[in-house]
């Protein structure tokens, strides 16, 4: 079965670091583009970037570029999300996306993770 | 960036009825579009690619048109399982937007 799996929700104060994690298995990694959206509270769904582990060649939404870094690491089969100095605002739940035809950006997400609620406040 | 605007915002309907979701790009973006069905709590699910290609596992009452600018989804003969929230996305130029939603209502 293929899944990506997420780490648990995570609680920090304003200006804190955090890196949150998808990892997926039963398929080949480094071949499909991983995508991150962000979710508000109440709110809808927002594109944020989208990596290649194989080469980790990174696209980020201008909207997000500078505010983020997207990562993986293919040995471990893990794509990450991380901030450097979080901000209220940065409060949301994250989910993790795979692309559904291998090596190619043109194509939607067919599988996701179970999201991770990252909460921001002092 | 291309932008993308859904409507209606929300939408009540009953058991049974055949319903119809819009959405509207900015520009072209040819049949590059996906929709989405989230629930409360959970992540979105895939429904429709390429604008009218049925994600496998996807009920048959879900079906998508359209090309260019203008996309529609429908659901025919709804069911109360199909109370959600529906996102388009186009994927023909980056970044990838959504539109803003459209929540759907059983009455």
């Known amino acids: 079965e293929v899944l990506l799996v997420q780490s648990g929700a995570k609680m920090r104060e304003p200006g804190e670091s955090l890196r949150i994690s998808c990892e997926g298995s039963g398929y080949n990694f480094v071949s499909y583009w991983i995508g991150w959206v962000r979710q508000m509270p109440g709110k809808g769904l927002e594109f944020m970037g989208i990596?290649?582990?194989?080469?980790?060649?990174?696209r980020y939404s201008p909207s997000f570029q500078g505010h983020v870094t997207i990562s993986a690491d293919k040995s471990i089969s893990t794509a990450y999300l991380q901030w450097s100095s979080l901000k209220p605002s940065d409060t949301a739940i994250y989910y993790c996306?795979?692309?559904?035809?291998?090596?190619?950006?043109?194509?939607?997400?067919?599988?996701w993770g179970q999201g991770t609620m990252v909460t921001v406040s002092s | 960036d291309i932008q993308m605007t859904q409507s209606p915002s929300t939408l009540s309907a009953s058991v049974g009825d055949r319903v119809t979701i819009t959405c509207r790009a900015s520009q072209s973006i040819n049949f590059w579009l996906a929709w989405y069905q989230q629930k409360p709590g959970k992540a979105p699910k895939l429904l429709i690619y390429k604008a009218s290609s049925l994600e496998s596992g996807v009920p048959s009452r879900f079906s998508g048109s359209g090309s260019g600018t203008q996309f529609t989804l429908t659901i025919t003969s709804l069911q109360p399982d199909d109370c959600a929230t529906y996102y388009c996305?186009?994927?023909?130029?980056?970044?990838?937007?959504f539109g803003q939603g459209t929540k759907l209502e059983i009455k």
């Open positions: 990596i290649y582990p194989d080469d980790s060649d990174t």
């Open positions: 996305q186009q994927y023909n130029s980056y970044p990838y937007i």
């Open positions: 996306a795979r692309l559904s035809t291998s090596g190619t950006l043109l194509d939607a997400f067919n599988i």
